[in-house]
């Protein structure tokens, strides 16, 4: 069965103050690794997708990569607005997405 | 905006009622996905259609049915419903039925009173 453990569970950072987010996975055979930002009651938002090991993504203050056994989201110089709670989600094979429960993000300015 | 339409935002009723969401995917998109989010539970997979078809299913109850109709638009029916069915739920949608990435919708508040 596809496993995903994202730590910490919350995270809570002064503005600039770098850091990073771990998302570590057990699949058969990984299809896709995906990122996802959810502010409170909202959608989550879609940020990244990594297919195989060494890849690295980047938009704005955010960088993903992904090893075969898991997946970091690296956060530079983070502002207030960068608070919420960030999603990782794997698929392997035709398997729907199975999530993991999140890392809350806090910035404080 | 993701481009995929919820409605209604909220929706509050009583144990044992029914009740239907209604989700409208992006331009284009062919495959529709339910997922439930509790404060407990994290988000759950429910079901997925692909162009009309249900294409894999998860922690679905058998309270609980879904459909995609031809425009592609997809309905969640809850019926029987009891306090713990109160969550968020939402739907995603995607350009196929693989391994793309999913485009949320701002989802349904169900309240179960």
């Known amino acids: 069965e596809d496993q995903v453990t994202q730590s910490p569970e919350a995270l809570r950072l002064q503005e600039g103050e770098s850091s990073s987010l771990n998302c570590s996975y057990t699949?058969?055979?990984?299809?896709?690794l995906f990122w996802y930002r959810q502010d409170p009651g909202k959608g989550p938002e879609f940020l990244f997708t990594?297919?195989?090991a060494g890849e690295e993504k980047e938009k704005e203050r955010l960088k993903a990569t992904l090893t075969k056994k898991e997946s970091f989201l690296h956060i530079t110089a983070p502002k207030p607005e960068d608070s919420a709670t960030y999603l990782c989600?794997?698929?392997?094979?035709?398997?729907?997405?199975?999530f993991g429960k999140g890392t809350r993000l806090s910035v404080i300015a | 905006d993701s481009g995929v339409t919820q409605t209604p935002k909220h929706l509050i009723t009583a144990t044992g009622q029914r009740v239907t969401l209604r989700c409208s995917p992006r331009?284009?998109?062919?495959?529709v996905y339910w997922y439930q989010q509790s404060l407990d539970q994290g988000l759950q997979f429910l079901i997925q259609y692909y162009n009309g078809e249900e294409r894999a299913k998860g922690n679905i109850l058998e309270r609980f049915s879904a459909q995609q109709f031809p425009d592609l638009h997809s309905e969640l029916n809850l019926s029987s419903l009891e306090l713990g069915d109160s969550a968020l739920y939402f739907c995603?949608?995607?350009?196929?039925?693989?391994?793309?990435?999913?485009?949320f919708g701002p989802g349904t508040r169900l309240t179960v009173l």
């Open positions: 331009s284009g998109d062919l495959s």
């Open positions: 995603a949608s995607s350009v196929s039925g693989g391994y793309n990435e999913q485009f």
């Open positions: 990594l297919y195989s």
């Open positions: 699949v058969s055979g990984l299809r896709g």
């Open positions: 989600a794997v698929c392997s094979g035709n398997t729907p997405l199975v």
